[in-house]
């Protein structure tokens, strides 16, 4: 009988491209996935790895089994979501529920959230990991994580694939955040051509938000101008107190400017982001993560951004 453990951790290694990533991945040890697959091997008596250069890829037995047993993992995720559909009447929900979020969603949303499910479900546990979107889709894609939230800046795609169910939550603004003696820092609004010139703090290049910030400035010449990146909105807020640059901050999470600090919406486009939950549609009946998303959906509609 084929280990069907053992056929994820071959998906797994076929979407990372190395035996040590997708260990990595699953949260098993480099020896224990080669030792899974090995006896994949030993089960099925063909080679399903071959090494190329530094890494490893699927042989062509190998790709036939990942493809075939697709359909066969998502059957059985989908049994085990009904089975749990129909709990005994008295029964308490419980079991885990593996999340992913990005950052800010955790401390604006997300916090809040996990204390009013642990009161009403003491037997209910939310594994959370914080990731980038495009991180946290593929997880979730994967069956790495039950349900992700993502956010998606206007022009900035986030690709989905089709058996995830999207939620949407709710819509989130940034600002541009300056101290209070920058000559714009009395505008309503600003331009794209305004902010040519200013000096930024932003987010690492890869990520989406840095993304944003330059289709913020499409059809403007040699901006954003960043000097300083950061993973932390917290840092662009003590950075742009400095007064040497101004920073694109989500109101999500941010709190308090304090008396030093104002924040000015952009004008054309409007920094807008979609916070979106996503799910595999063969756990749409599972019933922790349906009382989850529930929670997710009735917190998003509170937040007045």
Do not use: Y
């Not at 949260?27 to 899974?36: K, L, N």
């Not at 549609?281 to 509609?301: H, K, M, N, Y």
């Amino acid at each position: 009988m084929i280990d069907l453990e053992a056929v994820e951790s071959l998906r797994t290694v076929a979407r990372e491209g190395s035996v040590v990533a997708a260990a990595a991945a699953r949260g098993f040890t480099p020896s224990a996935v080669s030792q899974q697959i090995k006896r994949l091997e030993r089960e099925t008596g063909v080679a399903l790895l071959e090494r190329v250069g530094r890494g490893v890829a699927l042989t062509e037995a190998g790709a036939h089994l990942v493809v075939g047993s697709t359909p066969i993992l998502e059957e059985l995720e989908r049994l085990r979501a009904d089975l749990r559909a129909h709990p005994a009447e008295d029964a308490e929900l419980a079991g885990d529920v593996r999340l992913a979020a990005f950052s800010t969603v955790v401390r604006g949303l997300l916090a809040p959230v996990l204390v009013d499910l642990a009161a009403a479900h003491p037997r209910l546990n939310i594994l959370t990991r914080e990731s980038e979107p495009w991180e946290t889709v593929a997880l979730v894609a994967s069956g790495q994580r039950d349900l992700g939230i993502a956010h998606q800046w206007g022009g900035v795609a986030l690709s989905i694939p089709d058996h995830l169910v999207v939620t949407p939550l709710f819509t989130d603004v940034a600002d541009v955040v300056m101290r209070r003696d920058h000559p714009l820092a009395v505008r309503a609004s600003l331009r794209p051509e305004e902010l040519a010139e200013q000096r930024w703090v932003a987010t690492f290049d890869t990520t989406i938000c840095r993304q944003w910030l330059r289709r913020l400035f499409d059809g403007v010449r040699n901006a954003p101008r960043v000097v300083h990146e950061s993973m932390e909105f917290q840092n662009h807020l003590t950075l742009a107190r400095t007064g040497s640059v101004v920073a694109l901050v989500p109101r999500l999470g941010r709190g308090p400017l304090g008396a030093d600090l104002v924040a000015v919406p952009t004008e054309r486009p409007a920094s807008t982001r979609d916070v979106v939950a996503v799910h595999r549609r063969s756990q749409s009946d599972a019933p922790a993560l349906r009382a989850v998303l529930a929670a997710l959906t009735e917190a998003g509609a509170a937040i007045d951004t």
